[in-house]
C-alpha cells in the first residue's frame, strides 16, 4: 500500500532519491524521441492497431511526443511535480504509478473516445502524477497543495468547457487531446484508491521502503 501524508512534513527529505526515478523518466522520454518518426509510429497509442492485437501502445503511447516542443512541455511538467511533490518513492512505486496510469488513461480514450486514431504524450500521465502527490500534502494541511489541486481540477474543468486554444495546438504541431488530462486523472483517482494512496498514516516512509 501507498499510504502516504508524512511525505513532506515526517521523514528525512531525500532530493536524490526524490528525483533519481523521474529524471530516469525524463531521459527515457529523450531517448524515445531520438527514435524519431519510426519510434513514434511503433510506440503511438493507435485505436486501428490496438484492437488488431498490439495492446504495448496502451502504455507506450504515453512515452512517445509529437516534436521536441512537445517533449519540453511535458519534461517541465515532470520537473514542477518533482519540485511541488518531493516524495522520496521507491522506484517499484513509480513504475507503478506510470504503468496504471498510462494504461489506464489509454483505456479511457479507447472506451469513451472512439472517433481519437491516434495519440501521443505523457501529459494525461503527469495529470495523474499530480493529483496522488497533492493529495497526500492536502491532508497535511499543505496549503500550497490545497491551492495547486484546486487548480488542477478548475484546469480540467475549463478545458472540458472551453477546449484547448489554438496557439497551443500550433505550438505542438498537432491536436492537443484534453480527454488524456481527464482519463489521466481519473485513473489516478482509482489507483488511489486501490493502493490506499490517500489514507492518513504515520507508516508512509517504511512501507515505500518495503515496496
Not at 143 to 168: M, Q, T
Amino acid at each position: 500500500m501507498e499510504t502516504s501524508p508524512t511525505i513532506i512534513a515526517e521523514g528525512p527529505y531525500s532530493p536524490v532519491k526524490a528525483w533519481a526515478a523521474p529524471l530516469s523518466l525524463m531521459v527515457l522520454l529523450l531517448l524515445t524521441q531520438l527514435l524519431g518518426d519510426s519510434g513514434r509510429a511503433w510506440l503511438r497509442y493507435d485505436r486501428g492497431l490496438i484492437a488488431a492485437g498490439e495492446w504495448w501502445r496502451l502504455l507506450s503511447g504515453s512515452f512517445v511526443h509529437l516534436g521536441w516542443w512537445h517533449l519540453f512541455l511535458n519534461e517541465m511538467g515532470l520537473a514542477v511535480l518533482v519540485l511541488l511533490c518531493p516524495q522520496p518513492l521507491s522506484l517499484s512505486v513509480w513504475l507503478r504509478r506510470l504503468i496504471f496510469l498510462s494504461v489506464g488513461m489509454s483505456l479511457g480514450l479507447y472506451l469513451w473516445v472512439p472517433g481519437l486514431g491516434s495519440y501521443v504524450g505523457m501529459s494525461g500521465v503527469i495529470h495523474g502524477l499530480f493529483l496522488l502527490g497533492l493529495v497526500p500534502q492536502v491532508l497535511k494541511k499543505d496549503l500550497i497543495a490545497l491551492g495547486c489541486l484546486i487548480y488542477l481540477f478548475g484546469k480540467l474543468g475549463w478545458e472540458i468547457y472551453a477546449g484547448a486554444p489554438v496557439s497551443d495546438e500550433t505550438a505542438l504541431g498537432g491536436r492537443v487531446v484534453l480527454e488524456s488530462h481527464l482519463f489521466g486523472t481519473l485513473a489516478a483517482l482509482v489507483y488511489g484508491l486501490i493502493f490506499r494512496t490517500y489514507t492518513r498514516t504515520e507508516t508512509f516512509f517504511a512501507e515505500i521502503r518495503n515496496n
